[in-house]
T-cell receptor
Framework: AQSVTQLGSHVSVSEGALVLLRCNYS??????LFWYVQYPNQGLQLLLKYTSAATLVKGINGFEAEFKKSETSFHLTKPSAHMSDAAEYFCAVRAGGTSYGKLTFGQGTILTVHP | EPEVTQTPSHQVTQMGQEVILRCVPI?????FYWYRQILGQKVEFLVSFYNNEISEKSEIFDDRFSVERPDGSNFTLKIRSTKLEDSAMYFCASSLTTGKDEQYFGPGTRLTVT
Protein backbone atom coordinates (compact mmCIF):
# COMPACT_ATOMS: atom_id res chain seq x y z
CA ALA A 1 0.00 0.00 0.00
CA GLN A 2 1.07 3.56 -0.60
CA SER A 3 0.64 6.68 1.49
CA VAL A 4 1.70 10.31 1.36
CA THR A 5 2.26 12.81 4.14
CA GLN A 6 2.50 16.51 3.42
CA LEU A 7 4.00 18.40 6.32
CA GLY A 8 2.25 21.72 6.83
CA SER A 9 -1.29 22.29 5.67
CA HIS A 10 -0.52 25.99 5.19
CA VAL A 11 2.71 27.63 4.08
CA SER A 12 3.12 31.38 3.81
CA VAL A 13 6.02 33.09 2.04
CA SER A 14 6.87 36.55 0.80
CA GLU A 15 7.07 37.28 -2.89
CA GLY A 16 10.59 36.49 -4.06
CA ALA A 17 11.29 34.07 -1.19
CA LEU A 18 12.09 30.39 -1.47
CA VAL A 19 9.13 28.04 -1.61
CA LEU A 20 9.54 24.65 0.08
CA LEU A 21 6.60 22.25 0.29
CA ARG A 22 7.33 18.96 1.99
CA CYS A 23 6.18 15.51 0.93
CA ASN A 24 7.11 12.14 2.36
CA TYR A 25 5.84 8.91 0.91
CA SER A 26 5.52 5.29 1.84
CA UNK A 27 5.48 2.58 -0.79
CA UNK A 28 6.19 -1.12 -0.75
CA UNK A 29 7.50 -0.97 -4.32
CA UNK A 30 9.45 1.69 -6.22
CA UNK A 31 7.07 4.59 -6.60
CA UNK A 32 6.09 7.08 -9.21
CA LEU A 33 5.60 10.50 -7.60
CA PHE A 34 3.64 13.51 -8.75
CA TRP A 35 2.99 17.08 -7.68
CA TYR A 36 -0.30 18.64 -8.71
CA VAL A 37 -1.50 22.22 -8.21
CA GLN A 38 -5.09 23.33 -7.79
CA TYR A 39 -6.09 26.92 -8.36
CA PRO A 40 -9.44 28.09 -6.98
CA ASN A 41 -12.41 26.57 -8.80
CA GLN A 42 -10.18 24.60 -11.12
CA GLY A 43 -9.11 20.98 -11.48
CA LEU A 44 -5.76 19.46 -10.61
CA GLN A 45 -2.89 20.42 -12.93
CA LEU A 46 0.33 18.43 -13.09
CA LEU A 47 3.43 20.36 -12.00
CA LEU A 48 5.99 17.59 -12.33
CA LYS A 49 6.54 13.87 -11.96
CA TYR A 50 9.24 11.42 -10.92
CA THR A 51 9.32 8.17 -12.87
CA SER A 52 12.66 6.62 -11.83
CA ALA A 53 14.86 8.53 -14.25
CA ALA A 54 16.62 11.64 -12.95
CA THR A 55 16.16 12.24 -9.22
CA LEU A 56 15.95 16.00 -9.70
CA VAL A 57 12.83 16.76 -11.66
CA LYS A 58 11.98 20.11 -13.21
CA GLY A 59 8.42 21.10 -13.82
CA ILE A 60 6.33 23.98 -15.02
CA ASN A 61 6.38 27.51 -13.61
CA GLY A 62 9.91 27.18 -12.22
CA PHE A 63 9.14 24.40 -9.76
CA GLU A 64 11.38 21.42 -9.15
CA ALA A 65 11.47 18.44 -6.82
CA GLU A 66 14.14 16.02 -5.72
CA PHE A 67 13.47 12.33 -5.11
CA LYS A 68 15.44 11.10 -2.09
CA LYS A 69 14.96 7.40 -1.58
CA SER A 70 16.90 7.31 1.69
CA GLU A 71 14.58 9.93 3.17
CA THR A 72 11.45 8.74 1.33
CA SER A 73 10.89 12.35 0.36
CA PHE A 74 9.88 14.31 -2.70
CA HIS A 75 9.89 17.95 -1.60
CA LEU A 76 8.77 20.67 -3.99
CA THR A 77 10.81 23.86 -4.29
CA LYS A 78 10.87 27.11 -6.19
CA PRO A 79 13.70 29.62 -5.73
CA SER A 80 11.56 32.73 -5.92
CA ALA A 81 7.83 32.84 -5.17
CA HIS A 82 5.45 34.78 -7.33
CA MET A 83 2.00 36.00 -6.39
CA SER A 84 0.53 33.71 -9.03
CA ASP A 85 1.91 30.66 -7.18
CA ALA A 86 -0.77 31.02 -4.51
CA ALA A 87 -2.76 27.80 -4.73
CA GLU A 88 -3.15 24.40 -3.12
CA TYR A 89 -0.48 21.81 -3.87
CA PHE A 90 -0.92 18.05 -3.71
CA CYS A 91 1.73 15.36 -3.63
CA ALA A 92 0.64 11.96 -4.95
CA VAL A 93 2.15 8.50 -5.26
CA ARG A 94 1.46 5.60 -7.53
CA ALA A 95 3.07 2.23 -7.04
CA GLY A 96 5.43 1.43 -9.88
CA GLY A 97 4.43 -1.62 -11.82
CA THR A 98 0.74 -1.52 -10.98
CA SER A 99 -1.59 -2.13 -13.82
CA TYR A 100 -4.24 0.44 -13.25
CA GLY A 101 -2.60 3.54 -11.88
CA LYS A 102 -4.50 4.58 -8.76
CA LEU A 103 -3.07 7.77 -7.28
CA THR A 104 -2.84 8.20 -3.52
CA PHE A 105 -2.82 11.85 -2.48
CA GLY A 106 -1.51 13.77 0.48
CA GLN A 107 -3.66 16.20 2.43
CA GLY A 108 -2.57 19.17 0.39
CA THR A 109 -0.66 22.34 1.29
CA ILE A 110 -2.14 25.76 0.76
CA LEU A 111 0.54 28.21 -0.34
CA THR A 112 -0.01 31.88 0.41
CA VAL A 113 2.30 34.47 -1.13
CA HIS A 114 2.52 37.89 0.49
CA PRO A 115 3.61 41.00 -1.42
CA GLU B 1 -4.55 21.56 -25.61
CA PRO B 2 -6.94 18.67 -24.98
CA GLU B 3 -8.69 18.72 -21.64
CA VAL B 4 -11.05 16.69 -19.52
CA THR B 5 -14.46 18.27 -19.14
CA GLN B 6 -17.13 17.61 -16.53
CA THR B 7 -20.79 18.50 -16.24
CA PRO B 8 -22.52 19.86 -14.31
CA SER B 9 -20.16 22.07 -12.33
CA HIS B 10 -22.53 21.95 -9.37
CA GLN B 11 -25.29 19.47 -8.60
CA VAL B 12 -27.73 19.72 -5.72
CA THR B 13 -29.88 16.73 -4.89
CA GLN B 14 -32.05 15.49 -2.08
CA MET B 15 -31.01 12.56 0.05
CA GLY B 16 -32.18 9.28 -1.47
CA GLN B 17 -32.19 10.55 -5.02
CA GLU B 18 -30.00 9.33 -7.87
CA VAL B 19 -27.41 11.53 -9.57
CA ILE B 20 -25.31 11.09 -12.67
CA LEU B 21 -22.05 12.97 -13.01
CA ARG B 22 -20.69 13.24 -16.51
CA CYS B 23 -17.17 13.45 -17.86
CA VAL B 24 -15.62 13.65 -21.30
CA PRO B 25 -12.05 12.32 -21.08
CA ILE B 26 -9.29 13.21 -23.49
CA UNK B 27 -10.15 11.45 -26.73
CA UNK B 28 -7.20 9.08 -27.17
CA UNK B 29 -6.91 8.13 -23.51
CA UNK B 30 -7.60 4.58 -22.45
CA UNK B 31 -7.78 4.71 -18.65
CA PHE B 32 -10.43 6.58 -16.73
CA TYR B 33 -10.79 7.42 -13.06
CA TRP B 34 -13.08 9.02 -10.55
CA TYR B 35 -11.82 10.68 -7.37
CA ARG B 36 -13.60 12.69 -4.74
CA GLN B 37 -12.61 15.37 -2.26
CA ILE B 38 -14.77 16.03 0.76
CA LEU B 39 -14.39 19.65 1.87
CA GLY B 40 -11.20 20.06 3.86
CA GLN B 41 -10.01 16.51 3.24
CA LYS B 42 -7.64 14.83 0.84
CA VAL B 43 -8.44 13.71 -2.69
CA GLU B 44 -9.54 10.05 -2.55
CA PHE B 45 -9.57 7.43 -5.26
CA LEU B 46 -12.94 5.90 -6.10
CA VAL B 47 -12.58 3.77 -9.20
CA SER B 48 -10.53 3.09 -12.30
CA PHE B 49 -11.95 1.87 -15.60
CA TYR B 50 -10.27 0.26 -18.57
CA ASN B 51 -11.46 -1.68 -21.56
CA ASN B 52 -15.09 -1.19 -20.53
CA GLU B 53 -14.76 -2.65 -17.10
CA ILE B 54 -13.78 -1.62 -13.60
CA SER B 55 -10.13 -2.40 -12.99
CA GLU B 56 -9.89 -1.25 -9.39
CA LYS B 57 -12.18 0.33 -6.82
CA SER B 58 -11.87 1.62 -3.29
CA GLU B 59 -13.94 0.78 -0.26
CA ILE B 60 -15.81 4.04 -0.79
CA PHE B 61 -17.17 2.70 -4.08
CA ASP B 62 -19.98 0.64 -2.63
CA ASP B 63 -22.93 -0.90 -4.49
CA ARG B 64 -24.67 2.50 -4.73
CA PHE B 65 -21.97 3.63 -7.13
CA SER B 66 -21.57 2.61 -10.75
CA VAL B 67 -19.61 3.80 -13.76
CA GLU B 68 -20.27 3.54 -17.43
CA ARG B 69 -18.81 4.57 -20.74
CA PRO B 70 -22.00 4.56 -22.74
CA ASP B 71 -20.90 5.90 -26.10
CA GLY B 72 -17.13 5.84 -26.43
CA SER B 73 -16.70 9.46 -25.40
CA ASN B 74 -18.57 10.04 -22.16
CA PHE B 75 -17.66 8.49 -18.83
CA THR B 76 -20.31 8.67 -16.14
CA LEU B 77 -20.50 8.14 -12.39
CA LYS B 78 -23.93 7.23 -11.05
CA ILE B 79 -24.75 7.39 -7.36
CA ARG B 80 -28.04 5.83 -6.26
CA SER B 81 -29.78 6.52 -2.97
CA THR B 82 -27.54 9.47 -2.21
CA LYS B 83 -26.51 10.17 1.38
CA LEU B 84 -25.48 13.38 3.08
CA GLU B 85 -21.93 12.05 3.29
CA ASP B 86 -21.74 11.81 -0.51
CA SER B 87 -21.46 15.60 -0.59
CA ALA B 88 -18.04 16.30 -2.10
CA MET B 89 -16.18 17.52 -5.17
CA TYR B 90 -15.96 14.70 -7.70
CA PHE B 91 -13.06 14.71 -10.15
CA CYS B 92 -12.83 12.71 -13.34
CA ALA B 93 -9.38 11.92 -14.73
CA SER B 94 -7.96 10.11 -17.72
CA SER B 95 -4.58 8.87 -18.85
CA LEU B 96 -3.15 7.39 -22.01
CA THR B 97 -1.55 4.52 -20.16
CA THR B 98 -0.76 3.81 -16.53
CA GLY B 99 2.53 3.76 -14.70
CA LYS B 100 4.59 6.76 -15.68
CA ASP B 101 1.86 8.64 -17.46
CA GLU B 102 0.18 11.41 -15.57
CA GLN B 103 -3.54 11.60 -15.10
CA TYR B 104 -5.32 14.62 -16.52
CA PHE B 105 -8.04 15.94 -14.25
CA GLY B 106 -11.27 17.70 -15.03
CA PRO B 107 -12.46 20.79 -13.13
CA GLY B 108 -14.76 18.75 -10.90
CA THR B 109 -18.44 18.57 -10.07
CA ARG B 110 -19.50 19.79 -6.67
CA LEU B 111 -22.23 17.50 -5.38
CA THR B 112 -24.36 18.75 -2.52
CA VAL B 113 -26.81 16.33 -0.93
CA THR B 114 -29.46 17.99 1.23
Amino acid sequence: AQSVTQLGSHVSVSEGALVLLRCNYSSSVPPYLFWYVQYPNQGLQLLLKYTSAATLVKGINGFEAEFKKSETSFHLTKPSAHMSDAAEYFCAVRAGGTSYGKLTFGQGTILTVHP
Amino acid sequence: EPEVTQTPSHQVTQMGQEVILRCVPISNHLYFYWYRQILGQKVEFLVSFYNNEISEKSEIFDDRFSVERPDGSNFTLKIRSTKLEDSAMYFCASSLTTGKDEQYFGPGTRLTVT
